[in-house]
């Protein structure tokens, strides 16, 4: 019995040295998981302010993207409206550019006319020349029978009134002769 009861207290003893040993493995296993959660805890803590970090970082390059979104739609819409002008200018001046083109084919018609018209001009003043040339000369011949027209007529003119001189003394004379001529065949 004693050797049975030594042996049960060893057996014990060696239970309880392994309970032991147990405990204080699981005690070290407990404080090595306890610092390797602690670990993982400040690593998951340090990587959700680095992400925090990172996504402020973001959240401000986000705001300075919308920034450059919002000028960048600002300058298109300024530039679509400019492009607008540009285009309505641009439609004006072709069609001034179109007007000023039938313009010009209505001066060139124009000028030509007056080409032509410069040419029949020309032609009419030489033949103007011409006629004047030989009114010219018909004019000196016609001054000389216009001349002696003249003076006939001047010489006509002058034995008119010599004729109407004598025809007024004559009839002055017939009128006398007739006044005369009753009181002569009284007397008598």
């Known amino acids: 019995m004693k050797e049975r009861l030594a042996e049960n207290v060893m057996h014990c003893q060696s239970l309880e040295e392994k309970h032991q040993h147990a405990r204080e493995v699981l005690e070290h296993y407990r404080q090595s ?11 998951h803590e340090q990587q959700i302010q ?21 000028r960048l739609n600002q300058e298109g819409a300024r ?9 309505k200018a641009l439609y004006e001046q072709q069609a001034q550019s179109r007007r000023l083109e039938q313009k ?37 011949k016609a001054e000389a029978p216009a001349s002696q027209v ?28 007739d006044g005369r001529a009753p009181s002569e065949t009284t007397t008598r």
Do not use: F, P, W
């Open 33 to 43: 998981v306890k610092e390797q959660r602690d670990q993982d805890q400040r690593r």
């Open 150 to 177: 003249r003076d006939l007529e001047l010489a006509q003119a002058a034995a008119d009134a010599k004729l109407t001189a004598q025809q007024e003394v004559l009839a002055e004379l017939r009128a006398y002769l």
């Open 50 to 70: 680095q992400l925090q970090a990172e996504m402020r970082q973001l959240q401000q390059g986000l705001i300075v993207k919308q920034d450059v979104v919002t």
């Open 104 to 140: 010009l084919q209505a001066l060139q018609t124009v000028e030509q006319q007056a080409k032509a018209a410069e040419t029949r001009l020309a032609d009419r003043e030489i033949q103007l020349q011409a006629q004047n040339a030989q009114l010219g000369t018909s004019t000196a």
């Open 79 to 87: 530039l679509v409206a400019e492009l607008s002008h540009a285009q």
